[in-house]
Structures are given as structure tokens and as C-alpha cells.
């Protein structure tokens, strides 16, 4: 009876059209959470963790991931589904071309074109900023290390006046066909060329520069634009400012993480600025105009008379600018009450007067409503 076995897309948690950074990415995820490491006895995180890399293994590998699109677990598992007298010893993976030997061709099943052009790949990093400057936007250069086009040789990895060959062997299709016996009689299968690595051309005279490869790594400072409103966690990307493509494909992006400092005052949700503010007793009691900061700078407020601890009131339009340019958010402020402290004699006698005046109920209109309750 055939093996069981999950899809590889279904257990990295990616959709079949994932690019190679998505797969790797996710990889990565699932691989720290179930490490054994990190869960030490807990037998059913191991056995995921073996799981995420048995698909990560396969979807890494593109063309293993080919032959896994085509023919799911049987064309990369030589021992899926085996079973009878068969042995298990047929490679699996070479079921596009026993199909193209049958049916004269095998569309699917062929490799993609190694000469073909490949977007370059893109690079991830972070960036710091403050507060403020997630707040109204700002410029920022970056360092960025990648792989860069050879100016010696233009990308091509051969020596300046030459040019790659084509494979004698593949004729630059960068794979050979091989007839080999099984038990289920003779195929003919492929594999990549084994003169020309799969490349389908061969340097004869390599770049001294980048020996080859047609890149070299280079640093290169590059202006950021961080949006206004741009919050704790967001990326912003930047079309091809990634590694070089190959043969002739087009650079990748560079995505930018952001990651905002805690402000000292300010708390953020959303676009909305929260704010605390302390306040004295007299000030509570008797009204004061105040200085509130904002992120545009100092406004006055006039805080009305009994105003209670922890009452909050808005300063319109003073929060963060919308990511989408569409208006700004506003500012709460929420003001508590300080208890004096240290009192001299004196200012405790004063205090007990007035509290004698105020009597019993006096104007607490919240203790009244308390106790109220309470009975």
C-alpha cells in the first residue's frame, strides 16, 4: 500500500506559485519553532521538524521541485508507493523522460532553459528609526552588500574579448539523456550534462575578475524614502535594488523592514497618538490652562474646572499622517492626578479644613454615587 504523505507546499505553509525567498523564508519560521532544541521531548515537534525538512529539501532544489510539481512525492522518492516484487531501485525522478520516450515527448517533464534569463535575488534588511520620522517620513542611506554585474567582463563570466561556447556534449541544452536497464525494461532518462554542470555552455577563458561567475559582491549606498505614517514591523520595497539577475534577468528588490524606536511621551495606535499628562490637585480642582507637547510641538488646553483623574479629551488632527496620504490621525491626552507628597504641618492642617468644610457628602459626586451602590 502506497505511503502516505503530506503535500510539501501544504507543510511549508506556501502556495505552489511561492517564490524561492517565500519558500525559504517559511522554511526558516517552521524549522526555529520545532526545533528539538527548543522543544526538547516533545517527540510530535521532531517529527514535524524532520517533515519541514524533508519539503524544504525538495522545494529548495529546483530541479527536484520540478519533478515534485509534475509527479508529486513518487518523482523525487525513488521508494514512494513501492511495493510487489519490485525492488525499488527505478529512480522515479526520471519519470518525464520515461513518459517522453513513450510518447514521443514529454512537455512538461523537460528541464527549463539553464541560459535562460533568471531575476536576481532579493535581499532583505532592517532599519531603525525614531518616532518622529515614522511619524512625517524622512530620507535615510543605506548600506546594501550584493551581487553586482562584473564591469570586466559585463556579466557574461568570460575573459574581455571572449565569449562562452556552446556545450559540444548537451548542445546547450544542459542536460544528456542516458538509456539505462530497469526491471521494467530499458528508458531512456536525463540528468544534468555532466561536462558543463547543467550550465549548457563552457568558459573557456574565465573573468579574472569574478573567475567566472559573471558577479562579484559589491557595497552600495542607497536613499530610502520612508513614507509619513509608516509604522513598527512595515517594509517598504525598492525595484531592483537587489542582487544582479543572470543572463541578462533583472536585479531584485531590496525590501526594508522598519522597526521604530519607543518615544519617551508618545504611544501609538494606529495613527492615533496617546499621551499621559500629570496634573496637581489645585489644577484639577480649579481649572489651568496647560502646555501639552504634540509631535508637531507645544499647544495650550485649557483643562476645565473638577476635572477628574484619568478623564481624556482629543486635540484633533495631531496623531500620524495616514501611509495613504488621506488626513491624520488625532491625539488623546489623558490626565491623572499627582498626590502631594512630604507635606509640612501647616499645609496638612490647611487640607484637613478643608476637607472639615467640604463635610460628610460634601460635592464628591462620585464617593456619593459609591457608596450609594455600595448600600
Given at each position: 500500500?502506497?505511503?502516505?504523505?503530506?503535500?510539501?507546499?501544504?507543510?511549508?505553509?506556501?502556495?505552489?506559485?511561492?517564490?524561492?525567498?517565500?519558500?525559504?523564508?517559511?522554511?526558516?519560521?517552521?524549522?526555529?519553532?520545532?526545533?528539538?532544541?527548543?522543544?526538547?521531548?516533545?517527540?510530535?515537534?521532531?517529527?514535524?521538524?524532520?517533515?519541514?525538512?524533508?519539503?524544504?529539501?525538495?522545494?529548495?532544489?529546483?530541479?527536484?521541485?520540478?519533478?515534485?510539481?509534475?509527479?508529486?512525492?513518487?518523482?523525487?522518492?525513488?521508494?514512494?508507493?513501492?511495493?510487489?516484487?519490485?525492488?525499488?531501485?527505478?529512480?522515479?525522478?526520471?519519470?518525464?523522460?520515461?513518459?517522453?520516450?513513450?510518447?514521443?515527448?514529454?512537455?512538461?517533464?523537460?528541464?527549463?532553459?539553464?541560459?535562460?534569463?533568471?531575476?536576481?535575488?532579493?535581499?532583505?534588511?532592517?532599519?531603525?528609526?525614531?518616532?518622529?520620522?515614522?511619524?512625517?517620513?524622512?530620507?535615510?542611506?543605506?548600506?546594501?552588500?550584493?551581487?553586482?554585474?562584473?564591469?570586466?567582463?559585463?556579466?557574461?563570466?568570460?575573459?574581455?574579448?571572449?565569449?562562452?561556447?556552446?556545450?559540444?556534449?548537451?548542445?546547450?541544452?544542459?542536460?544528456?539523456?542516458?538509456?539505462?536497464?530497469?526491471?521494467?525494461?530499458?528508458?531512456?532518462?536525463?540528468?544534468?550534462?555532466?561536462?558543463?554542470?547543467?550550465?549548457?555552455?563552457?568558459?573557456?577563458?574565465?573573468?579574472?575578475?569574478?573567475?567566472?561567475?559573471?558577479?562579484?559582491?559589491?557595497?552600495?549606498?542607497?536613499?530610502?524614502?520612508?513614507?509619513?505614517?509608516?509604522?513598527?514591523?512595515?517594509?517598504?520595497?525598492?525595484?531592483?535594488?537587489?542582487?544582479?539577475?543572470?543572463?541578462?534577468?533583472?536585479?531584485?528588490?531590496?525590501?526594508?523592514?522598519?522597526?521604530?524606536?519607543?518615544?519617551?511621551?508618545?504611544r501609538r495606535e494606529g495613527t492615533s497618538v496617546l499621551l499621559?499628562?500629570?496634573?496637581?490637585?489645585?489644577?484639577?480642582?480649579?481649572?489651568?490652562?496647560?502646555?501639552?507637547?504634540?509631535?508637531?510641538?507645544?499647544?495650550?488646553?485649557?483643562?476645565?474646572?473638577?476635572?477628574?483623574?484619568?478623564?481624556?479629551?482629543?486635540?484633533?488632527?495631531?496623531?500620524?499622517?495616514?501611509?495613504?496620504?488621506?488626513?491624520?490621525?488625532?491625539?488623546?491626552?489623558?490626565?491623572?492626578?499627582?498626590?502631594?507628597?512630604?507635606?509640612?504641618?501647616?499645609?496638612?492642617?490647611?487640607?484637613?479644613?478643608?476637607?472639615?468644610?467640604m463635610g460628610e457628602s460634601g460635592?464628591?459626586?462620585?464617593?456619593?454615587?459609591?457608596?450609594?451602590?455600595?448600600?
Amino acid at each position: 500500500m502506497a505511503e502516505q504523505k503530506r503535500d510539501y507546499y501544504e507543510i511549508l505553509g506556501v502556495s505552489r506559485g511561492a517564490s524561492d525567498e517565500e519558500i525559504k523564508k517559511a522554511y526558516r519560521k517552521l524549522a526555529k519553532a520545532n526545533h528539538p532544541d527548543l522543544n526538547p521531548g516533545d517527540a510530535a515537534a521532531e517529527s514535524r521538524f524532520k517533515e519541514i525538512n524533508e519539503a524544504y529539501e525538495v522545494l529548495s532544489d529546483s530541479e527536484k521541485k520540478a519533478r515534485y510539481d509534475q509527479f508529486g512525492h513518487a518523482g523525487v522518492d525513488p521508494n514512494f508507493g513501492a511495493g510487489g516484487g519490485f525492488d525499488g531501485s527505478f529512480d522515479f525522478g526520471d519519470l518525464g523522460d520515461i513518459f517522453g520516450s513513450f510518447f514521443g515527448g514529454f512537455g512538461g517533464g523537460r528541464r527549463a532553459n539553464p541560459n535562460a534569463p533568471q531575476r536576481g535575488e532579493s535581499i532583505r534588511m532592517s532599519l531603525t528609526i525614531s518616532f518622529e520620522e515614522a511619524a512625517f517620513g524622512c530620507e535615510k542611506s543605506v548600506a546594501v552588500e550584493r551581487a553586482e554585474a562584473c564591469s570586466t567582463c559585463q556579466g557574461t563570466g568570460c575573459a574581455p574579448g571572449t565569449a562562452p561556447e556552446v556545450c559540444s556534449e548537451c548542445h546547450g541544452t544542459g542536460t544528456v539523456q542516458v538509456r539505462r536497464q530497469t526491471p521494467m525494461g530499458i528508458f531512456a532518462t536525463t540528468s544534468a550534462c555532466p561536462r558543463c554542470g547543467g550550465r549548457g555552455k563552457i568558459i573557456q577563458q574565465p573573468c579574472k575578475d569574478c573567475r567566472g561567475t559573471g558577479a562579484i559582491r559589491g557595497r552600495k549606498t542607497i536613499q530610502a524614502s520612508i513614507p509619513a505614517g509608516i509604522d513598527n514591523g512595515q517594509t517598504i520595497s525598492i525595484r531592483g535594488q537587489g542582487s544582479a539577475g543572470k543572463n541578462g534577468g533583472p536585479a531584485g528588490d531590496l525590501l526594508i523592514t522598519i522597526t521604530v524606536r519607543p518615544h519617551e511621551l508618545f504611544r501609538r495606535e494606529g495613527t492615533s497618538v496617546l499621551l499621559k499628562v500629570p496634573v496637581t490637585f489645585t489644577q484639577a480642582v480649579l481649572g489651568a490652562e496647560l502646555e501639552i507637547p504634540t509631535i508637531d510641538g507645544k499647544v495650550k488646553y485649557d483643562l476645565p474646572e473638577g476635572t477628574q483623574s484619568g478623564a481624556t479629551f482629543r486635540l484633533k488632527g495631531k496623531g500620524i499622517p495616514s501611509i495613504n496620504g488621506r488626513g491624520r490621525g488625532d491625539q488623546y491626552v489623558t490626565v491623572y492626578i499627582e498626590t502631594p507628597k512630604g507635606l509640612n504641618r501647616e499645609q496638612k492642617d490647611a487640607l484637613k479644613k478643608f476637607a472639615e468644610s467640604m463635610g460628610e457628602s460634601g460635592t464628591f459626586e462620585e464617593r456619593k454615587k459609591f457608596f450609594k451602590k455600595k448600600k
